[in-house]
């Protein structure tokens, strides 16, 4: 489990390397001695974020380009001995709004980066990451990797589609993939401008920003916040353990805690801010799944992986890290 | 169980309206006294042809155009109480070695289709022709409709993708969808040119034009070959009965036949033709999925759909077809 030396001296490149995962992972990463490159598209209204990488701007390499751009990709992933592939579309409702933007960077875009890693280095492992919303409205709870998936949105049945590129690019063409099904994160260098990519930090905004917040129906669904720093260390024992690679892994808390309970404790860690229960707007009932827990047995008994932050202590290490930054994550 | 009252009067629309499948469910529309318009875009080396709707030619509308086409769908669609949706890029090779033509087609294109009923048409009934595919190298055998997917083909995983916007879209926007999972095809009005779209009638042309068979490997692996006029029944089942409304169903043969009895098969039938066993090329090879068998008690339940048509009675069909028609379906 000592990812350190593993990282020491390897070319790593990490999509989406300016977000919230990619750009905790690139702190991780460089702590670790990896020479890091990160892939960013900086679209706007997405979770990029040049001050996601404070502190280690001189250490790592930054190019921007999109993951649909096959030329640039060709390039990219030369060389590189490890990929970190979390650039994505993350709107659930935006995909429903409109598919054509998810099918076009999740289907399409996840099929350039296959091709290109195919075609250029064929000897890099790349690891994906997927998203809980495969599951969509759970056939049961806990979730294990066999449970049948049950998208409720374009963006689940996307990232779904993608899961399956990237297990047939292994199958089929010898590519070293592993993929993570990561449930609803939190933490630091996330975006909290919209309420598009991750509600709880959505709160987090309003809440410092002075703002209520609106819990839609009676917030009783179950969710598993899953911390950032949590989710970095899964991807860097996925990158590393020869155990993964053809494999996928469910990432989330091994708490789980009710939407409202989740407002009620930002509020206490926070010391301040304020709620009210709203009805359901028809766009996010719509794509409302109902409680979810995902089962993490498989990490754990396959890569050793266990979450490590509890719920409070994850909020007062990201309500500390947006209170001193909070100039460079809002308008 | 009678579709012809049914339907007589009922505005009907297939896509892949000139292809193996649609153009022999329009034959039996017509039959049933449909009005009955036919979506195809003749592209090059699919299966579309003029032949297939010989002896309906005045019967049926015929619109030349792509699913993708958006202004052309939403046109298309206003107005038919009835879409069965069959157009799609259906070749498992062609899609490992270039997947942006499936992706553009069976996931971009099945959003278009979908956006353009949501917006024009809500309220018709839309059957979506699936595959096999989804279940790729199946995870138990017979598979059911709870069965994980397994797709080891581009091809597959987009067919499942769509599947999932089917379901979406029904939950999410309230159309009514129906979802096929139809095995190995054969009979009647399919290509014979290339092995792409179904080995069994590649087959079938080599023995009529006097040419050897080639069978990859032993021919040990189990297929449940399917009849065009099972299939069209089960489309018209699926457009008429309330039930079927939100399903997914398997479609398949109730007899399985190992891959060189087949092939025995249609050389006796023929009564002419011979073959010989060669090793697999890479290309198949990487996407061979094993034994293949669907548990059909599901459609049998709900709809009353069963196979009527036994293996020899279906080629000796098939046969007589491409002897009468085999100009038109050679070069």
Redesign the interface.
Same mark, same amino acid.
């Given at each position: 489990m000592s990812a350190e030396g593993y990282y020491r001296g390897r070319k790593v490149m990490i999509t989406g390397g300016l977000g919230c995962l990619g750009s905790n992972l690139a702190h991780r990463l460089v702590e670790h001695g990896a020479e890091v490159t990160l892939i960013d598209n900086m679209q706007e209204g997405h979770g990029a974020n040049r001050r996601n990488i404070a502190g280690i701007e001189q250490a790592v390499k930054v190019d921007i380009c999109d993951i649909r751009d096959s030329a640039a990709m060709l390039g990219h992933v030369r060389g590189a001995e490890l990929i970190f592939h979390i650039a994505g579309q993350t709107s659930h409702t935006d995909s429903?709004k409109d $598919?054509?933007p998810d &099918? +076009?960077i999740n289907?399409?875009g996840n /099929?350039v980066l296959?091709?290109s890693v195919r075609a250029a280095n064929p000897e890099a492992r790349v690891v994906y990451a997927s998203t809980r919303a495969v599951y969509g409205a759970p056939l049961q709870v806990p979730v294990t990797e066999?449970t049948? $998936?049950n $998208?409720? +949105? #374009?963006y689940? /049945? +996307?990232k779904? /589609?993608a899961e *399956?590129?990237f297990r &047939?690019y292994g199958? /089929? *063409?010898g590519l070293s993939t592993v993929i993570l099904r990561l449930s609803n994160g939190y933490g630091t260098r996330a975006q909290i401008r919209t309420p598009k990519y991750g509600i709880l930090m959505w709160f987090v905004g309003l809440i410092l920003r002075g703002e209520k917040i609106r819990v839609f129906g009676d917030g009783a669904q179950l969710r598993d916040y899953t911390y950032t720093d949590d989710m970095t260390r899964a991807f860097l024992l996925a990158g590393e353990n020869p155990a993964a690679v053809g494999k996928t892994y469910n990432v989330a808390a091994s708490e789980q805690i009710r939407f409202i309970d989740m407002v009620k404790k930002l509020v206490e860690v926070a010391g301040q801010g304020e709620y009210e229960l709203v009805p359901w707007p028809d766009d996010y009932k719509? #794509?409302e799944v109902g409680d979810f827990a995902a089962d993490c047995g498989l990490i754990g008994r396959e890569l050793g992986w266990q979450p490590e932050t509890g719920f409070e202590q994850g909020l007062r290490e990201t309500f500390e890290y947006y209170r001193d930054n909070l100039e460079f994550y809002v308008d």
């Open positions: 429903m $598919p054509f &099918i +076009d289907c399409r /099929a296959l091709e066999s049948l $998936p $998208p409720v +949105d #374009i689940g /049945a +996307d779904l /589609a *399956h590129y &047939i199958r /089929a *063409h719509k #794509i």
